[in-house]
C-alpha cells in the first residue's frame, strides 16, 4: 500500500514538473522572445509589470485574454494575437504571467478564454480598461 502511494505521488510530481516544463517552452515560443523569459522586456518591447493591475477586475481579466487573443496596438508596435492557441494554452500562458509577476487574483480557466474568441477584432480594437 505504501508502495503504490509512493508511485503515485512520484507520477504526480513529475506530471507537475512536465507541465510547468510545458508552459516555459510555450512561453519561450509565444511571449519571450519580446518580453523576456520573466516578463522583464526586451528592446524596443516593453516589460510587462504594467499589466499586474489588470489581474484583480473582470474588465482587467478580460482585457488580458483579448491582448493575446487578437493582439496590441502600442507604443512599441505592434503585438501580433494568438488566436490560433488554444483556449487552454493561452489560459496557461495569462497564469504563468500571473506568476511571474506575483500577481493575486483567481486562475484563468479554459472557459474564461473561450467566452473571448469569435469577436473579430483587430488589435486597434483591443483598449485597456
Given at each position: 500500500m505504501k508502495q503504490a502511494l509512493l508511485l503515485l505521488l512520484l507520477l504526480l510530481l513529475f506530471l507537475g514538473l512536465a507541465l510547468a516544463?510545458?508552459?516555459?517552452?510555450?512561453?519561450?515560443?509565444?511571449?519571450?522572445?519580446?518580453?523576456?523569459?520573466?516578463?522583464?522586456?526586451?528592446?524596443?518591447?516593453?516589460?510587462?509589470?504594467?499589466?499586474?493591475?489588470?489581474?484583480?477586475?473582470?474588465?482587467?481579466?478580460?482585457?488580458l485574454v483579448l491582448v493575446v487573443l487578437y493582439g496590441r496596438k502600442g507604443e512599441a508596435g505592434l503585438m501580433p494575437g494568438f488566436y490560433q492557441l488554444k483556449d487552454e494554452e493561452v489560459a496557461r500562458l495569462l497564469n504563468h504571467l500571473k506568476d511571474l509577476l506575483r500577481a493575486k487574483g483567481e486562475p484563468f480557466s479554459p472557459e474564461e478564454v473561450a467566452r473571448e474568441r469569435g469577436k473579430n477584432l483587430t488589435p486597434d480594437a483591443v483598449k485597456r480598461p
Open positions: 516544463q510545458g508552459v516555459e517552452a510555450l512561453w519561450g515560443r509565444t511571449c519571450a522572445q519580446c518580453h523576456g523569459d520573466k516578463a522583464q522586456g526586451v528592446r524596443p518591447y516593453p516589460g510587462l509589470a504594467s499589466a499586474l493591475p489588470f489581474f484583480a477586475t473582470p474588465e482587467g481579466r478580460r482585457y
